[in-house]
């Protein structure tokens, strides 16, 4: 399994949850653009986590980064939501409102 981030700091935390779990994870800093270089081989699975498209500028050219990184046929998983989904309070007893810029 490889993980790969451009935040030295996440991928600092994400290192130190895979130890306490035992799970052998190898994390790369790269950007996602650069992800083919920055990795070897090819995967069965690729799965990008929230919060990846509303900072992509060119999502056409990382598409093609996924898609040079699995296997021919194998899969993606992309879970993410809106960046509107941010902006509603937690507290959901009254309705859903609209608390955050």
């Known amino acids: 399994m490889v993980g790969v981030d451009l935040s030295p700091e996440s991928l600092r935390r994400a290192s130190r949850i895979a130890g306490r779990t035992s799970t052998d994870i190898e994390f790369i ?3 996602v653009y650069d992800a083919r270089e920055a990795v070897e081989g090819d995967f069965d699975v690729v799965y990008t986590s929230l919060g990846v498209l509303c900072w992509l500028p060119d999502v056409s050219a990382w598409a093609r980064v996924v898609a040079s990184l699995l296997k021919h046929g194998d899969h993606f998983l992309i879970r993410d939501d809106h960046p509107m ?3 509603i309070d937690d507290d959901v007893s009254d309705g859903l409102r609209i608390t955050q810029p």
Request: aromatic residues 16%.
């Open 29 to 31: 800093e790269a950007n």
């Open 85 to 87: 989904f941010m902006t």
